[in-house]
């Protein structure tokens, strides 16, 4: 292969994503077992194929610079094939190249020795000398991964001596087992990091070149564009640390080690410990940095309340504490309930206790493993602090809200938030001021709240000397639907108005996106660690001076700010950062399982309240095997999230590619495009589809970069109203005659999620189903033309004979400080609590002329929160004004579960006399 050639599979992942690139390579080894198989048949007719040798020679030349990245199959078993097909021992060649196929697609090499073997019938004495220093004996039962060695040490004889080194050092006691991968340029080390999810560890060592030897364009300019590196700025002295800082920007969970052969001491005293875990003068002691890296490895390995409650499990235990069920003993020896019991198996009840003694530790107060695991998960997540909830993130809502908003404090939230947050509000006595999302009417949802609205807020607030009172912005990321905020770009904007508010977002869905690089930056942790080391740079203090110069002190009524990139001021900035995750939602976690992250430069000050507020809503009697769940989703989440997450993504596109693209289902169905979802006034880089021509992961990841709004491809909002079925009837549809589960829906489609859990074969099944749904209906429309009338009908009335979503009207006067002002917040705890009393209360039914009345008098309040699901969002609060607009949208809607609303009995509206006698308080 020339010094610049690209293969083609190396050019699709770079080109398509780094989430195509291992399915791709995957692909591409079962296409060359197929391939040789064809050409073995031929062989043995006695006339070889030609056109499956050329496609072999093809997929050779294609897979060559992959796997120079990844240690298995290796150069070993690589020339073991070439020579096969020298020989034209085609029988063999095929056995070898379908073996190791399969052992890619397995992951047997990770655990069988044999898999790293030609095998008796096909080495011959040539392939004996290349593999017999492969796992001879060793035992792969034990967790494998892959090591990066950056060195310009790199000919073939040279990496096979490095690796005859590393190898010598194993020892039984091992925990795991790696092989080594050699990189021998900056960019090929960057290449590895990314498209190798086994690498766990990575050592540089001083003197490698920067470029590689492979043509790759789009990886230059991503350097220089993005991470800021080009060869020329960069002195050659520099490549380790700087290479170092360029991988955590993308997988800040791998450690990193320093090799150098020069002033060691100087520069350990210079380096950022966070991109380097440990510095070693030379290769002086390679056992020291073998144990290192296990060290490094085994730390993110060991969850520390799991590791107990097994140590627990084993134990005889005496129980005397309240819980019966406990070591299992009252199921197992039962007549009527053992079935309970041999469902389960054993460990679940042996791993029961109410105790926190033992070394159980306390979720309440946690000063053992419980903590350890805990400070382990602020690690992995990127926060200073992070706290198991076992409550559900409902709760974990209530806690963060509780624990920063008091009596009277202004809270900017977006109506369309889970109830937990309103409810919350009620409780703490914080006053709402619902800012709102874009609506996506066609299809009866919202979107994000855009950022010139809460400008606009914050700013007519400090016209009215009320910003002190502000001291929340509530928004969720990413949305039920999938869109993801600008979080860098918002908070930045909204810390220039008001500096030291907190933030609380709610990223019920979005626990995984620390793992995904795209996904990273727009998360609350990953904006807040970036902000922190932006604010803290000369360059930002020079950027900040001259946006002063400029702007001056910022006028509240000058409308041009609205438009301007505003920028805070770094002395005066309190980064004060919450984020709420549903762990169990996207990874690998029991229900209800829930992260509270915590980034605050307050935090001193607010650790009491905070904690006052987790004792407030959490279980003293916390289940044990949800905060097991939560310890191991952090080691998975460290140890292997950025390959799932990534393959994740990558089943989602395929999926979008497919359905789309299919002249059958595409008649009926369609995937909503990043286009169909955000706005194009939110889309500053005019990124409309992941499937779009000439759409590269550079196009993706500068939309990313600058677009206020972009739509998370794991989150599939599949529109089946073009089908004739409205969400609620195709997601019974589905569960009742496919078993394929969701659990979202609007009024025209049906949310689809793709998370670490799903295979190729999820998505097959999909797709099949989809296929055969639509064949059924062309069939039927075809013969059928009163059925084809009445599709037409149902298809025009569910998505184009589509209800308004309503605004946030407004809290009553008797609810608001000041009625007359420009700003909307209030009191919703008052007239929450009034509703207690039925005495203050009358229910009018929908469709009366008497709720006519009072909508048009003005005084028909809400008594309490209506959430109709689909849309899922009160579209009445405590306190609010009804509006026509509300009662014509409740009228319309066909949906059958309706929270705070019953049919029979009606709206529940407080009393006009109550509202006068609230008016004289």
Same mark, same amino acid.
């Given at each position: 292969?020339?010094?610049?050639?690209?293969?083609? +599979? =190396?050019?699709?992942? %770079? !080109?398509?994503? @780094?989430?195509? &690139?291992?399915? #791709?390579? *995957?692909? $591409?080894?079962?296409?060359?077992?197929?391939?040789?198989?064809?050409?073995?048949?031929?062989?043995?007719?006695?006339?070889?194929?030609?056109?499956?040798?050329?496609?072999?020679?093809?997929?050779?030349?294609?897979?060559?610079?992959?796997?120079?990245?990844?240690?298995?199959?290796?150069? +070993? =078993?690589?020339?073991? %094939? !070439?020579?096969? @097909?020298?020989? &034209?021992?085609? #029988?063999? *060649?095929? $056995?070898?190249?379908?073996?190791?196929?399969?052992?890619?697609?397995?992951?047997?090499?990770?655990?069988?020795?044999?898999?790293?073997?030609?095998?008796?019938?096909?080495?011959?004495?040539?392939?004996?000398?290349?593999?017999?220093?492969?796992?001879?004996?060793?035992?792969?039962?034990?967790?494998?991964?892959?090591? %990066?060695?950056?060195?310009?040490?790199?000919?073939?004889?040279?990496?096979?001596?490095?690796?005859?080194?590393?190898?010598?050092?194993?020892?039984?006691?091992?925990?795991?087992?790696?092989?080594?991968?050699?990189?021998?340029?900056?960019?090929?080390?960057?290449?590895?990091?990314?498209?190798?999810?086994?690498?766990?560890?990575?050592?540089?060592?001083?003197?490698?070149?920067?470029?590689?030897?492979?043509?790759?364009?789009?990886?230059?300019?991503?350097?220089?564009?993005?991470?800021?590196?080009?060869?020329?700025?960069?002195?050659?002295?520099?490549?380790?640390?700087?290479?170092?800082?360029?991988?955590?920007?993308?997988?800040?969970?791998?450690?990193?080690?320093?090799?150098?052969?020069?002033?060691?001491?100087?520069?350990?005293?210079?380096?950022?410990?966070?991109?380097?875990?440990?510095?070693?003068?030379?290769?002086?002691?390679?056992?020291?940095?073998?144990?290192?890296?296990?060290?490094?490895?085994?730390?993110?390995?060991?969850?520390?309340?799991?590791?107990?409650?097994?140590?627990?499990?084993?134990?005889?235990?005496?129980?005397?504490?309240?819980?019966?069920?406990?070591?299992?003993?009252?199921?197992?020896?039962?007549?009527?309930?053992?079935?309970?019991?041999?469902?389960?198996?054993?460990?679940?009840?042996?791993?029961?206790?109410?105790?926190?003694?033992?070394?159980?530790?306390?979720?309440?107060?946690?000063?053992?493993?419980?903590?350890?695991?805990?400070?382990?998960?602020?690690?992995?997540?990127?926060?200073?602090?992070?706290?198991?909830?076992?409550?559900?993130?409902?709760?974990?809502?209530?806690?963060?809200?509780?624990?920063?908003?008091?009596?009277?404090?202004?809270?900017?939230?977006?109506?369309?938030?889970?109830?937990?947050?309103?409810?919350?509000?009620?409780?703490?006595?914080?006053?709402?001021?619902?800012?709102?999302?874009?609506?996506?009417?066609?299809?009866?949802?919202?979107?994000?709240?855009?950022?010139?609205?809460?400008?606009?807020?914050?700013?007519?607030?400090?016209?009215?000397?009320?910003?002190?009172?502000?001291?929340?912005?509530?928004?969720?990321?990413?949305?039920?639907?999938?869109?993801?905020?600008?979080?860098?770009?918002?908070?930045?904007?909204?810390?220039?108005?008001?500096?030291?508010?907190?933030?609380?977002?709610?990223?019920?869905?979005?626990?995984?996106?620390?793992?995904?690089?795209?996904?990273?930056?727009?998360?609350?942790?990953?904006?807040?660690?970036?902000?922190?080391?932006?604010?803290?740079?000369?360059?930002?203090?020079?950027?900040?001076?001259?946006?002063?110069?400029?702007?001056?002190?910022?006028?509240?009524?000058?409308?041009?700010?609205?438009?301007?990139?505003?920028?805070?001021?770094?002395?005066?900035?309190?980064?004060?950062?919450?984020?709420?995750?549903?762990?169990?939602?996207?990874?690998?976690?029991?229900?209800?399982?829930?992260?509270?992250?915590?980034?605050?430069?307050?935090?001193?000050?607010?650790?009491?309240?905070?904690?006052?507020?987790?004792?407030?809503?959490?279980?003293?009697?916390?289940?044990?095997?949800?905060?097991?769940?939560?310890?191991?989703?952090?080691?998975?989440?460290?140890?292997?999230?950025?390959?799932?997450?990534?393959?994740?993504?990558?089943?989602?596109?395929?999926?979008?590619?497919?359905?789309?693209?299919?002249?059958?289902?595409?008649?009926?169905?369609?995937?909503?495009?990043?286009?169909?979802?955000?706005?194009?006034?939110?889309?500053?880089?005019?990124?409309?589809?992941?499937?779009?021509?000439?759409?590269?992961?550079?196009?993706?990841?500068?939309?990313?970069?600058?677009?206020?709004?972009?739509?998370?491809?794991?989150?599939?909002?599949?529109?089946?109203?073009?089908?004739?079925?409205?969400?609620?009837?195709?997601?019974?549809?589905?569960?009742?005659?496919?078993?394929?589960?969701?659990?979202?829906?609007?009024?025209?489609?049906?949310?689809?999620?793709?998370?670490?859990?799903?295979?190729?074969?999820?998505?097959?099944?999909?797709?099949?189903?989809?296929?055969?749904?639509?064949?059924?209906?062309?069939?039927?429309?075809?013969?059928?033309?009163?059925?084809?009338?009445?599709?037409?009908?149902?298809?025009?009335?569910?998505?184009?004979?589509?209800?308004?979503?309503?605004?946030?009207?407004?809290?009553?006067?008797?609810?608001?400080?000041?009625?007359?002002?420009?700003?909307?917040?209030?009191?919703?705890?008052?007239?929450?609590?009034?509703?207690?009393?039925?005495?203050?209360?009358?229910?009018?039914?929908?469709?009366?002329?008497?709720?006519?009345?009072?909508?048009?008098?003005?005084?028909?309040?809400?008594?309490?929160?209506?959430?109709?699901?689909?849309?899922?969002?009160?579209?009445?609060?405590?306190?609010?004004?009804?509006?026509?607009?509300?009662?014509?949208?409740?009228?319309?809607?066909?949906?059958?579960?309706?929270?705070?609303?019953?049919?029979?009995?009606?709206?529940?509206?407080?009393?006009?006399?109550?509202?006068?006698?609230?008016?004289?308080?």
């Amino acid at each position: 292969m020339s010094a610049k050639t690209q293969s083609p +599979a =190396l050019a699709t992942g %770079l !080109k398509n994503g @780094l989430f195509s &690139a291992s399915e #791709a390579r *995957f692909d $591409r080894w079962c296409d060359l077992g197929h391939a040789a198989e064809a050409l073995a048949a031929t062989a043995q007719a006695g006339k070889p194929s030609a056109e499956a040798r050329a496609q072999i020679g093809q997929l050779l030349v294609a897979l060559e610079p992959l796997e120079t990245l990844h240690a298995y199959p290796g150069d +070993a =078993l690589m020339a073991a %094939l !070439k020579d096969l @097909l020298e020989r &034209a021992d085609f #029988a063999g *060649f095929s $056995r070898l190249a379908t073996r190791v196929g399969k052992a890619l697609l397995n992951g047997t090499y990770r655990r069988s020795a044999k898999a790293w073997k030609a095998g008796e019938e096909s080495e011959g004495e040539s392939g004996e000398r290349l593999l017999k220093d492969y796992f001879e004996g060793e035992d792969l039962a034990k967790p494998y991964f892959e090591v %990066l060695v950056v060195s310009d040490d790199g000919t073939p004889e040279q990496v096979r001596q490095v690796r005859n080194e590393w190898r010598k050092l194993r020892r039984p006691e091992d925990p795991f087992v790696y092989e080594l991968v050699v990189a021998t340029s900056f960019e090929d080390a960057v290449l590895g990091a990314v498209l190798n999810p086994n690498i766990q560890a990575i050592i540089i060592q001083d003197n490698f070149r920067f470029q590689t030897r492979l043509h790759a364009p789009l990886l230059r300019e991503y350097l220089q564009q993005h991470l800021k590196l080009d060869a020329a700025a960069v002195a050659p002295q520099d490549y380790g640390v700087t290479l170092a800082k360029a991988i955590r920007a993308f997988r800040p969970e791998l450690d990193v080690y320093l090799v150098v052969d020069r002033g060691i001491e100087r520069l350990a005293s210079q380096l950022d410990s966070k991109n380097i875990r440990r510095i070693f003068y030379g290769i002086e002691d390679l056992m020291e940095l073998h144990l290192a890296i296990f060290e490094g490895v085994n730390d993110r390995y060991d969850t520390p309340y799991f590791n107990n409650l097994k140590n627990y499990a084993r134990k005889p235990m005496g129980t005397f504490h309240a819980l019966p069920i406990a070591r299992g003993k009252s199921v197992f020896k039962s007549h009527w309930i053992r079935d309970f019991g041999y469902f389960y198996g054993t460990n679940i009840f042996l791993a029961e206790s109410s105790a926190t003694t033992g070394g159980l530790d306390s979720l309440l107060e946690p000063t053992g493993n419980i903590k350890a695991a805990q400070e382990k998960a602020a690690r992995a997540f990127g926060a200073q602090k992070l706290f198991f909830a076992t409550n559900g993130t409902s709760t974990s809502n209530k806690i963060a809200v509780q624990a920063i908003v008091r009596p009277g404090d202004i809270v900017l939230v977006d109506r369309n938030c889970h109830k937990s947050h309103h409810y919350g509000l009620v409780l703490c006595g914080g006053q709402p001021l619902y800012v709102e999302a874009y609506p996506l009417m066609q299809y009866s949802m919202y979107g994000g709240v855009p950022l010139r609205t809460i400008k606009k807020t914050l700013l007519d607030l400090k016209a009215e000397g009320k910003l002190d009172r502000v001291r929340m912005l509530l928004l969720t990321n990413c949305t039920f639907d999938g869109h993801i905020y600008n979080v860098p770009r918002f908070m930045e904007e909204v810390l220039a108005i008001k500096p030291d508010i907190v933030f609380l977002w709610d990223e019920a869905w979005y626990a995984y996106s620390r793992f995904s690089p795209f996904h990273r930056r727009r998360s609350a942790m990953g904006a807040c660690e970036a902000l922190r080391e932006r604010y803290a740079s000369p360059a930002y203090r020079e950027e900040y001076e001259a946006f002063k110069k400029k702007h001056g002190k910022l006028d509240p009524k000058n409308p041009k700010l609205l438009d301007t990139h505003l920028l805070p001021d770094p002395d005066a900035v309190k980064l004060r950062v919450y984020a709420t995750t549903s762990t169990h939602k996207s990874l690998s976690c029991f229900r209800q399982g829930s992260y509270i992250m915590v980034n605050d430069d307050c935090w001193e000050s607010t650790e009491a309240t905070f904690e006052e507020a987790f004792f407030t809503h959490t279980s003293t009697s916390p289940n044990l095997q949800l905060i097991a769940s939560l310890d191991i989703a952090r080691r998975q989440a460290e140890l292997e999230g950025y390959e799932l997450v990534m393959r994740s993504i990558e089943l989602a596109l395929m999926l979008r590619r497919e359905v789309n693209s299919h002249p059958l289902i595409s008649k009926y169905f369609r995937i909503a495009t990043n286009a169909d979802m955000v706005p194009k006034a939110h889309r500053a880089s005019g990124f409309e589809d992941f499937h779009a021509p000439g759409v590269s992961w550079k196009t993706m990841h500068d939309a990313w970069e600058t677009d206020e709004f972009v739509l998370d491809p794991t989150r599939i909002t599949l529109l089946c109203g073009t089908a004739g079925f409205d969400g609620t009837a195709f997601k019974t549809l589905l569960a009742n005659k496919f078993d394929i589960q969701l659990n979202k829906t609007s009024r025209n489609s049906i949310l689809l999620q793709s998370n670490i859990n799903n295979t190729r074969s999820d998505i097959a099944y999909l797709i099949k189903v989809l296929a055969d749904i639509s064949r059924d209906l062309d069939r039927r429309l075809a013969r059928d033309a009163e059925e084809k009338a009445g599709f037409d009908a149902r298809v025009k009335s569910l998505c184009h004979d589509l209800p308004d979503l309503p605004n946030f009207s407004r809290f009553h006067d008797v609810f608001r400080g000041n009625p007359k002002s420009k700003t909307n917040e209030g009191d919703m705890r008052t007239p929450f609590f009034l509703a207690y009393d039925e005495a203050n209360c009358e229910h009018l039914t929908l469709n009366s002329k008497d709720l006519d009345a009072r909508v048009k008098r003005g005084d028909a309040v809400s008594a309490n929160f209506v959430i109709p699901y689909p849309p899922g969002f009160p579209i009445m609060a405590p306190g609010q004004v009804i509006t026509p607009e509300i009662i014509t949208f409740m009228r319309k809607l066909d949906v059958k579960e309706i929270h705070g609303y019953h049919a029979a009995a009606g709206l529940k509206l407080l009393k006009p006399e109550v509202l006068k006698k609230q008016k004289k308080h």
